[in-house]
C-alpha cells in the first residue's frame, strides 16, 4: 500500500528536518572501547546446530559467519541479505539457487574459506552423521541437494520450489565451521570454537563470563567497530538491571520488563536509550480436543470471546512482556493482520460486555454449567506465563468459570504437553524469522506440535498452499483463510496477546538495532560505542 | 580416644552410602527429562528419534541398577563423570563455584561467631535487663527478615543511596584481596548476621543454664573470680548445644544460600544446585549433594572430636 | 510402680506446677517478661486475622482490577493495590491463613517428631542411638532447598504437601539438638539413680528427660515456627510454595514486588514487614516461655 507523496513536498520537508535538526556528533561509527552485556543463561555445548537456546547465540554468534543472514539495519528482521554470500540467482523454475561466495574469507586460524566449508556445513545440518543431532533438518524438508562445483560457488537445489527458503538460510544457528574439521570429528564444535565471524575467542569462564576480541582479518574491512565484547552471565534479573544501572554492563539481548525499563529509564535518564519491538513469541492457550467439554467448539469459542485483549493490552503491558493484540503473524511484518481483519475474528472485537453475553449464551448452550471448574496449567516461568495465566483466570471468571492455575516447572512442562496430559494449556509459539513457513506447521494436524490434537484437512490444505504460492497478494490472501479457520470458525486453539520486547541499553551503544526476535542480529559487526 | 575417633570415623561410611542411595532416588524421581528439556527450549518440539538417541547417548536409557553401579565405581576410581546439561567434566564445574561458597561460608560464620559468643554471653549475665532485651531485640530481628528481602534492600540502598555497586565477577582472594572482599564481604555480613541469631539465642540459654549449676554455685561461694569461673567452667560447658548448632549451620552455608547468591549475583554452588535442578542433570546434581554431604558429615565428625575434647563424660561410653 | 516410697519422693524432681490461675499466669507473665507478652499479643492478633478474614477483608483478594492497578495507600486502598489491581491489604488478611497454616502445621510435627526421636536416641544410646543417628545424618546432610524441590516436585504443590515438604527438613535438626541435651541429662546422677531403682524407661522418659528438655524444645519450636513461615516464603518465591492466585506472604513477594520496588514500593515492603513481624513475635514469645517454665531458671 503506498501513499504517493508529492516529491517537492517531501523534499521540502527532509531539508527542513536535516536543517532544523542539530548535527549528531555521533553519526560517524568510532572505532574502539570493549561491548559489556549480560547474558541470563550459559551455553551447554558449543555447537549451534545442535542447540536451541539464545544462550548459544548470544555470546558466541559474533565468532562465526553465516551463508545468509537477515538485515540488522532492518527493524522487521524479515529481510535476507548475504553474509559470506556475495549475491545469488534463482533460476527460472525457482527450484536452483546459486550462491557466488566472497573471496577473502579467513577462518581465525588463517585458512581461507571456500565453498567447500559451506557444503560441509550444510551437509551437518541436513543429513548429520550418526551421533550427531541436527535440530534443524526438519525445516530444510524440501532440499535435494547441496554442492560446491567450484570453490567460489554454493549451488542448492529443491525438491519443489519454496517462498521461504532464502529466510530460511538466513536462520542464525546455521554457522558455517571448516570442512576440514569436520571431516576430522564431527564433534570437535561441540567444545571448540574455529568461525570466520568478526570476533575471535578468547576465553570462556563457566558460570561467569565469555570474551571475544576483534578479527582483525575480518571480510568487512573497516569492521568490527569493536575491540572486543564480553559476556557477563548473570540469571537473576534484578542482578541484570543492577548491572545496567550501576553502568557495569551496556545492554542485554534478550528483554527487560516494562519497570524495569522504567526504573533504569528514571535512574540513568539520557544516558540510556530504549528499543521496543513486537516479539516473535506469543503465548496461545491450547484445548485439548478429545476431553469434555472442549471438544464442542462453542465452549472454545466462549473462552476467547471471554478476554477483552485490550484492556488487557493496556494493563498487562504496564507490568510484563506482553503488549500488541495479534493473530497469526507479528505486528508489522509482511504477512501481519489488518486490524480491518482481525476485528472480525472471535474474541477481538471491540465490544467485551456483547462477547462476554455471548459467551455466557453459547456455555449454555453447550450444557456447561455456571460455576464449571477446570485447571488450567501453566508454564512455570514468571515472565509473562504467569501474567497472564492469572489475567486469563480472571477473565475466565466473568463468563462464569472457576478455574485454578496449576504452575508445572518448566523441565516438567514441554513433557506433559506432549503426554496431552491437560484440558486447557499454555502454549507458545516463538520463532527466530518470522515466517508462515516457520510459524504455522504446528497447526498442522499431523504435527507433534499440535498438543490440541485437532485434526482439520482444511488448514492442511491452506497450509501447503500458501506454501507454494509465490505471489505476495495470493499468499496473504491464504494465509488470511487460514487464520479465520484456526480462530474463528473452529477455534482450534486462540493467542492471547503478542510478547513485547523492551531493549533499554546505555546510549553509548551504537549501530544495533531491535529486531522481533532475540535470536537476530547478534554479531555485533555493525555496534560501535560513541564514547 | 582413639578408638572413640576411629568408631566416629567409621560410621561416616554407611552415612555417605545412605546420602548417595537417596539422592539417587530421589531426583529419578521427579518428573521432567534433561533431555527434554535441552532440545524443546522456546520453540518446543523436537523429534523423538532425536531425543531417543540423545538419552542413549548420555545413558539414561540402561537400568537404574547399572546407573547406579556406575556412578558408585566412578567415585571410588575419582572419577565423578560429566554434566548431562554441557558434557563438561563435573570436577570442572564445581570446582570454581565451591572455592566461592566455601569462602562465603567461612567468612559468614566468622561474623555470626563474633556476634553470637559476646552478645550471648552478655545477655546471660545481665538477664532481664534493657541490655538484655536489646540484644535479642537485635538477634531476633536477624532471624526475622526474609533472606531475600534483606539482600534487595541492601543491594537497593547501596544503588541509590551510596550509588556504588560490588564487583560483578568473582576473583579469588589470592588474585585481587581487596575486589574479593569487597564482593563477598556484603553476603557475608547478610547472612552472618542472620545465623548469629540463632547462635546468640543457644549462647545465651545455655549460659543461663551452666551458671546456675551446682558446681557453679559452689565456686561462686569458694570466692573464685567471676571471670575466672567464667572462662573455666561456665563457657566451656555451654558450648557444647552451641556448637552444634554453629557446625550445623555453616555445613548448610555451602549449599543453602540459594537466594542469598541469586541476590547477589554470586557463582556459588548453591545457584548450581538450583540450575541442575531445573535441568535435571542428574550426575552433576548427584555430586553436588555428595558434596554437600561430604561437608556436612567431615564438620560432624570435627565436632564429635571437639565434643570429646570438651565433654570427657561422653568419652567413655 | 512404688518400690521405695521415700526414694521416689526424692527422685521427683519434676517441674513444679504452678497453683496459680489462669489469669494470675498471665498477668504475671505481662509484668515481668514484657517482651514476650508483646510477642503473644502480636500472636493473638495474627490468629483473630487469619480466624475472621472474610469478615474484616474488604476486597476479594483474587478479583483483577485493572482501573487501580499499581495504586498507592489510598482511602480505598488502605495498603495500595498491586500489578493486578488486587487489594494489598485483603491479601495480607488471607495471607496469614496460609502463613499459620504452613507455619504452624510443619514446625509442630517438625519438632515434636523430631524431639521425641532425640529423646529415645539420647536415652536408649547404644544400638538404636547409632541407628536414628545414621538416618538423620542422611537426611540432614540435604541441603533444604533439594529436599524441599523434590518433595513437592514429586507430591506437587498443595498446602498439605507444602506442609510435609517443609517440616521433614526440620526432624533430623531438632532431633540433633534435643539430642545432645538429652545426653547431658542422661548423665545426671539421678537418672541412674533412677534406674538402678528400677523405673522403667516410660516413666523415666516422660517424667525426668522431657521436662528437662522443655527448654530447647521450646526455643526449637518457636525457632522453627519463624523458619516455617521464612521457608514458605523462600519457596514461594522461588516458585515452588504456593501458587498463584492464593493469597500467601512469599508469593507476594516474588517477581512483580521486586521490579517494582522502587515504583510502587508498598507491594514489596507490606508482605516482607508480616513476615518479619511474625517471626519476630513468635521468637519473642517462646524466649519468653522458656525463661517463665524453666524452673532453675527463675531469678531470685
Redesign the interface.
Known amino acids: 500500500m503506498r501513499r504517493s507523496v508529492p516529491v517537492s513536498i517531501a523534499l521540502i520537508l527532509a531539508l527542513l528536518l536535516v536543517g532544523a535538526a542539530p548535527a549528531p556528533a555521533q553519526d560517524k561509527p568510532r572505532s574502539g572501547g570493549e561491548l559489556v552485556f549480560v547474558v541470563p543463561s550459559e551455553p551447554p555445548s558449543y555447537d549451534a546446530h545442535q542447540e536451541e537456546t539464545f544462550g548459544v547465540i548470544h555470546p558466541m554468534a559474533p565468532h562465526y559467519s553465516t551463508l545468509l543472514r537477515v538485515d540488522p539495519t532492518d527493524k522487521t528482521g524479515t529481510k535476507p541479505v548475504g553474509d559470506i554470500a556475495e549475491s545469488w540467482t534463482v533460476s527460472k523454475d525457482q527450484l536452483t539457487y546459486t550462491f557466488k561466495i566472497r573471496k577473502g574469507v579467513k577462518f581465525h586460524d588463517g585458512s581461507e574459506l571456500t565453498s567447500r566449508d559451506v557444503k560441509a556445513s550444510y551437509e551437518k545440518i541436513l543429513h548429520p552423521p550418526a551421533g550427531v543431532k541436527s535440530l534443524r533438518k526438519e525445516a530444510y524438508g524440501s532440499v535435494a541437494s547441496v554442492d560446491a562445483p567450484d570453490p567460489g560457488t554454493f549451488v542448492l537445489k529443491l525438491k519443489y520450489p519454496e517462498a521461504s527458503i532464502l529466510l530460511n538460510l538466513a536462520s542464525p544457528w546455521n554457522w558455517i565451521y571448516k570442512a576440514d574439521i569436520l571431516a576430522k570429528d564431527p564433534h570437535w564444535y561441540e567444545k571448540n570454537v574455529m568461525g570466520t565471524g568478526p570476533f575471535k575467542f578468547v576465553e570462556h569462564v563457566r558460570g561467569s563470563h565469555w570474551v571475544g576480541k576483534k578479527n582483525p582479518d575480518y571480510w568487512d574491512k573497516g569492521k568490527p567497530y569493536l575491540d572486543g565484547y564480553r559476556a557477563i552471565f548473570i540469571s537473576n534479573s534484578a542482578a541484570q538491571v543492577a548491572a545496567v544501572r550501576g553502568e557495569r554492563a551496556m545492554i542485554q539481548f534478550r528483554s527487560f520488563s516494562p519497570p524495569e525499563r522504567d526504573s533504569l529509564v528514571q535512574a540513568l535518564g539520557a544516558k540510556v536509550a530504549v528499543q521496543e519491538s513486537p516479539w516473535d513469541c506469543a503465548n496461545l492457550v491450547a484445548m485439548h480436543h478429545d476431553k469434555k467439554p472442549f471438544d464442542d467448539k462453542r465452549v472454545r469459542r466462549a473462552l476467547t470471546l471471554a478476554l477483552d485483549r485490550y484492556e488487557g493490552s493496556k494493563a498487562l503491558s504496564r507490568i510484563t512482556l506482553v503488549k500488541d493484540v495479534a493473530g497469526i503473524q507479528v505486528p508489522g511484518t509482511p504477512y501481519a493482520t489488518p486490524p480491518a481483519e482481525l476485528d472480525k475474528l472471535a474474541g477481538y472485537g471491540h465490544d467485551i460486555a456483547k462477547s462476554r453475553a455471548e459467551a455466557k449464551r453459547l456455555l449454555k448452550e453447550a450444557g456447561v454449567p455456571d460455576g464449571f471448574a477446570f485447571t488450567f496449567k501453566n508454564r512455570g516461568i514468571p515472565h509473562p506465563y504467569e501474567h497472564l495465566g492469572i489475567w486469563l483466570i480472571d477473565q475466565w471468571r466473568q463468563i462464569g468459570l472457576n478455574v485454578k492455575m496449576e504452575m508445572i516447572e518448566a523441565s516438567a512442562y514441554h513433557p506433559m504437553l506432549k503426554r496431552g496430559d491437560f484440558d486447557v494449556a499454555m502454549d507458545f509459539q516463538c520463532g527466530f524469522i518470522v515466517e508462515p513457513d516457520l510459524d504455522l506447521p504446528r497447526f498442522l494436524s499431523h504435527s507433534d506440535a499440535n498438543y490440541g490434537k485437532h485434526k482439520d484437512t482444511v488448514i492442511d490444505d491452506l497450509y501447503s498452499r500458501q506454501g507454494r504460492a509465490t505471489d505476495l497478494e495470493e499468499r496473504k490472501k491464504i494465509l488470511r483463510q487460514l487464520e479465520k479457520r484456526l480462530l474463528d470458525e473452529e477455534v482450534h486453539v486462540f493467542y492471547t496477546l503478542q510478547w513485547h520486547r523492551i531493549i533499554p541499553h546505555l546510549a553509548k551503544v551504537k549501530g544495533w538495532t531491535i529486531t522481533p526476535s532475540h535470536y537476530l542480529n547478534n554479531q555485533l559487526d555493525t555496534v560501535w560505542l560513541s564514547e | 580416644m582413639h578408638r572413640y575417633l576411629i568408631k566416629r570415623f567409621l ?1 561416616m561410611l ?2 555417605l552410602f ?2 548417595a542411595l ?2 539417587f532416588l ?2 529419578r ?6 533431555v ?13 528419534d ?1 531425543i531417543d ?2 538419552r542413549a ?1 548420555i545413558g539414561l536409557d540402561r537400568p537404574i541398577w547399572q546407573q547406579f553401579m556406575t556412578w558408585m565405581l566412578g567415585i571410588v576410581r575419582f572419577d565423578f563423570g560429566t554434566s548431562m ?4 567434566p563435573i570436577l ?2 564445581i570446582k ?2 565451591f572455592v566461592l561458597s566455601l569462602q562465603l561460608a567461612i567468612m559468614a560464620t566468622i561474623v555470626a561467631v563474633l556476634l553470637a559468643i559476646p552478645l550471648g554471653v552478655l545477655s546471660a549475665l545481665k ?2 535487663t534493657w541490655i538484655d ?1 536489646a540484644v ?2 537485635f538477634s ?2 536477624g ?7 534483606l539482600g ?1 534492600v541492601l ?2 540502598l547501596m ?2 543511596v551510596f550509588k ?2 560490588p564487583p ?3 576473583t579469588p582472594f589470592w588474585t585481587n584481596p581487596v575486589q574479593n572482599l569487597a564482593q563477598l564481604i556484603w553476603p557475608a555480613l547478610a547472612v552472618g548476621y542472620r545465623y548469629s541469631a ?1 547462635a546468640t ?2 549462647t545465651r ?1 545455655a549460659m ?2 551452666v551458671l ?1 549449676e551446682d558446681y557453679i554455685r559452689t565456686a561462686r561461694a569458694k570466692g573464685l573470680m567471676q571471670k575466672l569461673i567464667l572462662a573455666r567452667h561456665a563457657l566451656k560447658n555451654a558450648m ?2 552451641v556448637l ?2 554453629v557446625a ?1 549451620e555453616f555445613a ?1 552455608l555451602i ?2 544460600l ?2 542469598t547468591e ?4 554470586l ?1 556459588g554452588i ?6 541442575a ?4 542433570d542428574y550426575t552433576l ?1 548427584q555430586a553436588l ?1 555428595m558434596l ?2 561430604g561437608s ?2 567431615v564438620v ?1 565428625f570435627l565436632m564429635d572430636v571437639a565434643y570429646a575434647w570438651l ?1 570427657p ?2 568419652r567413655y ?1 | 510402680m512404688a518400690l521405695n516410697p521415700p526414694l521416689d519422693r526424692a527422685l521427683d524432681v519434676e517441674v513444679p506446677r504452678t497453683r496459680l490461675g489462669v489469669r494470675e499466669a498471665v498477668r504475671e507473665f505481662c509484668v515481668r517478661r514484657p517482651l514476650g507478652a508483646v510477642g503473644a499479643a502480636i500472636i493473638v492478633l495474627m490468629l483473630a486475622v487469619a480466624l475472621l478474614a472474610p469478615l474484616i477483608a474488604r476486597y476479594d483478594p483474587v478479583v483483577n482490577d485493572f482501573a487501580a492497578m499499581l495504586a498507592a495507600p489510598s482511602g480505598a486502598h488502605w495498603l495500595g493495590t498491586d500489578a493486578f489491581g488486587r487489594d494489598v491489604l485483603s491479601r495480607l488478611i488471607y495471607g496469614s491463613r496460609t502463613a499459620l497454616l504452613v507455619g504452624f502445621g510443619s514446625s509442630v510435627l517438625g519438632a515434636t517428631l523430631g524431639a521425641v526421636l532425640g529423646v529415645a536416641s539420647a536415652y536408649f544410646g547404644g544400638r538404636v542411638d547409632l541407628y536414628l543417628q545414621r538416618v538423620m545424618d542422611v537426611f540432614l546432610s540435604f541441603p533444604l532447598i533439594i529436599l524441599a524441590l523434590a518433595l513437592v516436585a514429586i507430591l506437587g504443590n498443595s498446602i498439605p504437601n507444602l506442609i510435609m515438604a517443609i517440616m521433614i527438613p526440620m526432624i533430623p535438626r531438632s532431633a540433633l539438638v534435643i539430642r545432645s541435651s538429652a545426653l547431658a541429662i542422661r548423665e545426671m546422677p539421678y537418672v541412674d539413680a533412677a534406674r538402678a531403682a528400677g523405673f522403667n524407661h516410660r516413666r523415666i522418659i516422660l517424667r525426668h528427660m522431657l521436662p528437662n528438655v522443655m527448654a530447647p524444645y521450646l526455643i526449637m519450636l518457636t525457632a522453627f515456627l519463624g523458619q516455617a513461615i521464612l521457608l514458605e516464603s523462600s519457596l514461594s518465591f522461588l516458585g515452588l510454595g504456593v501458587q498463584e492466585p492464593i493469597p500467601a506472604w512469599g508469593l507476594m513477594l516474588r517477581g512483580a514486588a521486586v521490579e517494582f520496588a522502587e515504583a510502587a514500593p508498598w507491594m514489596a515492603i507490606f508482605p516482607g514487614l508480616a513476615i518479619s513481624l511474625s517471626v519476630f513475635a513468635f521468637n519473642l514469645f517462646g524466649d519468653s516461655l522458656r525463661d517463665a517454665l524453666d524452673p532453675r531458671l527463675k531469678t531470685q
Open positions: 560410621l554407611p552415612t545412605g546420602v537417596v539422592t530421589l531426583i524421581v521427579i518428573p521432567g527429562d534433561v527434554e528439556l535441552r532440545y524443546s527450549g522456546d520453540r518446543g518440539s523436537v523429534s523423538q532425536i538417541r540423545e547417548r546439561w554441557t558434557g563438561a570442572e564445574e570454581l563455584r538477664q532481664d532485651y535479642r531485640l531476633i530481628a532471624l526475622a527478615m526474609p533472606s531475600f528481602w534487595i543491594i537497593l544503588l541509590v556504588w555497586l560483578m565477577v568473582y540463632v539465642r543457644m540459654s543461663l543454664e546456675r557444647l548445644p552444634t548448632v550445623l548448610f549449599g543453602g540459594v537466594v541469586q541476590v547477589f549475583n557463582n548453591g545457584l548450581l544446585f538450583v540450575q535442578v531445573a535441568h535435571r546434581l549433594v554437600v554431604a556436612f558429615i560432624n565433654d563424660r561422653i561410653r
